[in-house]
Each structure stands twice: as structure tokens, then as C-alpha cells.
């Protein structure tokens, strides 16, 4: 992390109140957040539920360290491969670093596209009962279309909405229907207001592309990261334990990568799944906060819009 008095005072838009920057993978939100926190003196707080771990970094495309140099970042390389996250955990490590920043003079900017950390933050947590562990042992030894027929005859709601490729999602939603007795969806539905602080709408934005567009970009993207080293990233992951990490083996790139390790697909076969794959994420995450959260939406145009995106918010922020 930065040394934040090496960075100039901010600018004092709206109290230092947190700003939040939401949308899709690979849609320019980073850079929007660098270039937003250098204009008006703020600290980007990463809402991404897999840059918390150490280890993940091309995959996720982890702010540099360069970038990481020039404006502060919260909430990356904060737990090890082999440790629990979820958002209980992000709203707690959240809250502290939203008050570090304040009690600096900056201003908080959470920039990121995990859409549960963000609503848990915004409206608090729910009350679903802690992991069992013999249970969710017993769920995870199950096959995922087993699990699958469990919740769609319990619980209609969530079978409908939920990511069926993503067995830890699966595997948790029946865990909590096990446990309780009751639907996973009427128990999601439970948010208890908690948040840290009262959060104005003009404080909430949300970024899309065409899709053609989005799509040039996340091809881009994966392209770049592979040529980075994923593969072998991936391959050092492995050994410092990846795979007993259900959650960071969800994460698209490390899990095809994975697979391709193991001999399921060759390299180039390997390298279009993952740009597949990310597109479908991308649209799972803008059907989500489009009907989660009452976010400002802008639809950037193709090309460089940072300056643009931000001379936007800028102006939004401070005509309110």
C-alpha cells in the first residue's frame, strides 16, 4: 500500500463520504477509480472477492504495483490461499478502512464488480447460520446436478436465479436450506439495515459498454493475462494450495487454467473457454446489479473513456 501523506490533500467533495464505482469485468472501472481518486484525494477500497487473496493476481487483474504505489489500495493480498473470506469479513476490514481513510482527510472509493460485498456493505448483512462442516463436507462430496434437483424442489426462487456452474454457490444455498429448514431465497431476502452510514443515491454508479464492445475488451483482456504468465501463475497456485480453496477455484482463468494442467483441454481450446466464460460472468453481473442495486448507470463509448467516465462523476458528484 502507498504511503498516503505522500499524496496531496484532497479536494472536499461531499464530506469525504464513500463513492461507490460498480459494473462488469473488464468494463474500465479501475481505471476510473485511479484516475477519480488522483482528482479529488481519495483511496480505492477493492470490492472484489477474489483480489483478497495473495497469490491471485494476474487472473484477477490485480492493480499493479505501480498503481498501487500512486493511489493507497484496501482490501487486496489481505488473506492467504488457505483462509476463509466472505462478506461478512469484507464488511468488517471495509468499515475500518473506510474510517482510516476518513480520519486521513480522503476520500473512499469503492471500485469493484463482486455484488454481494457491495450490497452487504450498503444493507448490512443477513442471517444466515455459520458453515457446518461436516455437512457442507458431506454436500461438497455430492454431484452438482444432485445438489441441483435438492434445490430446485426447495427452493424454486434461488434455483432459478442462482449460477448453476458454481458448485460453492449450489453447495451453500443447500447448505443453509439443510440447516434452517427454510428457502435460501426468503432467507436472502432478510437484510438487516447495518450499514455503516446513511448512503445517498448520487453516491452509487454503475458502468456498461455495448457488448460488442465489452467483449473486445474482456478478449483483450484474457489474451493479456495468458501472455503474462497464467498459466504459470496458476501452476505456482496449485502448489501453495489452490485447489483446497473452493472459492479461489471458482475464479474464471485459474479454474480452466487448472483443468488445462490436468491434460482436459489444450492451451488455445483453454484461452476461448476463458473468454466464454468471462463474457457469461459479465452479463450474470449486470443482470444482478441492475436488479440489486439503484445504481446511476452510464454507458461508456468505445475507446479511452476514462476521462471522460470521470469528468462525469466529478460533475454528478459535486451538482448534488
Known amino acids: 500500500m502507498a504511503d498516503a501523506k505522500s499524496i496531496s490533500p484532497p479536494a472536499s467533495i461531499l464530506q469525504l463520504r464513500p463513492i461507490f464505482l460498480a459494473g462488469p469485468t473488464a468494463v474500465g472501472k479501475s481505471a476510473i477509480a485511479l484516475a477519480l481518486a488522483e482528482q479529488i484525494g481519495g483511496e480505492i477500497i477493492s470490492v472484489d472477492s477474489m483480489q483478497v487473496y495473495r497469490g491471485l493476481d494476474l487472473g484477477t487483474a490485480k492493480p499493479s504495483a505501480a498503481e498501487q504505489a500512486k493511489i493507497p489500495h484496501h482490501l487486496i493480498d489481505v488473506a492467504e490461499l488457505h483462509e476463509p473470506f466472505d462478506a461478512a469479513k469484507f464488511v468488517e476490514l471495509a468499515r475500518i478502512a473506510v474510517a482510516e481513510i476518513q480520519a486521513r482527510g480522503r476520500t473512499p472509493i469503492f471500485c469493484g464488480g463482486t455484488g454481494l460485498y457491495f450490497k452487504a456493505f450498503l444493507e448490512g ?181 476514462v476521462d471522460h467516465a470521470t469528468a462525469l462523476v466529478k460533475m454528478k458528484l459535486e451538482s448534488n
Open 125 to 305: 448483512l443477513g442471517h444466515a447460520p455459520p458453515s457446518d462442516p461436516k455437512l457442507r463436507a458431506e454436500l461438497e462430496a455430492a454431484p452438482l446436478e444432485i445438489l441441483l434437483r435438492e434445490l430446485s424442489e426447495r427452493d424454486p426462487a434461488t434455483f432459478e436465479r442462482i449460477d448453476r456452474q458454481n458448485p460453492r454457490r449450489v453447495v451453500r444455498a443447500v447448505e443453509v436450506i439443510r440447516l434452517t429448514g427454510q428457502p435460501f431465497s426468503d432467507q436472502r431476502a432478510e437484510w438487516k439495515s447495518s450499514a455503516p452510514l446513511p448512503i445517498s443515491r448520487i453516491l452509487l454508479f454503475g458502468f456498461s459498454r455495448p457488448a460488442a464492445d465489452l467483449h473486445a475488451r474482456i478478449a483483450a483482456r484474457v489474451d493479456e493475462m495468458f501472455r503474462r504468465g497464467l498459466v504459470e501463475e496458476t501452476r505456482r497456485l496449485l502448489a501453495g494450495g489452490l485447489a483446497q480453496n473452493q472459492t479461489a477455484m471458482q475464479a474464471i482463468g485459474y479454474r480452466q487454467v487448472v483443468e488445462h494442467l490436468r491434460g482436459e483441454r489444450p492451451l488455445a481450446e483453454t484461452i476461448e473457454l476463458v473468454k466464454s466464460r468471462t463474457r457469461q460472468f459479465a452479463k450474470r453481473q449486470m443482470t444482478w446489479f441492475r436488479r440489486q442495486l439503484d445504481l446511476q448507470w452510464t454507458e461508456l463509448p468505445p475507446g479511452d473513456s
